[in-house]
């Protein structure tokens, strides 16, 4: 396979919609998210890219095509007193992994996040995604001194 250097970048436009939608789709199935509609992640993921709600980015790599997104969502840190991106997704399709993909879309989320000003990245990983972990700290990130809670709700009816 490739490696990072060969991998190149770019942002989702509404062109590239069905297949990030595909990659997000492989992400969903990843993290074993069960989707009664087929076609609410593509849906989901339109509405990001056409309204501007998220930057998703798309890595390719020679002779493979089209391997791996990220998605990030602009938000605000109170603490730093400055916007900040979450970095929601991030994935690479069996076809390129060990290709660079995953370093290269996390590098071009940093760089992206640096030219915008942005406080920071944040993430969150499952805790058994060791390979992320690694790649992550690797990246220099650093887990933080606070817990992540959340509390779902359901959708009104």
């Known amino acids: 396979m490739s490696n990072q250097a060969e991998i190149v970048m ?3 436009d509404e062109d590239d919609i069905d297949t990030a939608a595909a990659l997000f789709r492989g992400y969903l199935d990843f993290y074993e998210v069960a989707v009664e509609d087929p076609d ?8 990001r890219i056409r309204s501007g709600e998220s930057l998703v980015l798309l890595a390719d790599a020679p002779g493979a095509g089209t391997v791996g997104f ?3 969502y602009r938000t605000f840190s109170s603490l730093a007193l400055r916007p ?12 390129g992994r060990r290709s660079g993909a995953g370093r290269a ?7 992206r996040a640096g ?8 993430l ?7 390979v992320a972990q690694a790649l992550y700290e690797a990246e220099g990130f650093e887990r ?7 509390h779902g709700l359901k959708p009104s009816e």
């Open 105 to 111: 879309l996390l590098r071009e989320v940093l760089r």
């Open 124 to 130: 969150e990983t499952a805790y058994d995604n060791h």
């Open 84 to 95: 900040m991106w979450i970095l929601s997704d991030l994935y690479v399709a069996p076809s």
């Open 10 to 12: 770019r942002a989702a």
């Open 144 to 150: 933080d001194e606070f817990h992540i809670y959340f």
């Open 70 to 72: 990220a998605q990030v």
């Open 115 to 122: 030219a915008a000003g942005m406080a920071g990245v944040q």
């Open 40 to 47: 609410r992640p593509r849906a989901f993921l339109a509405e």
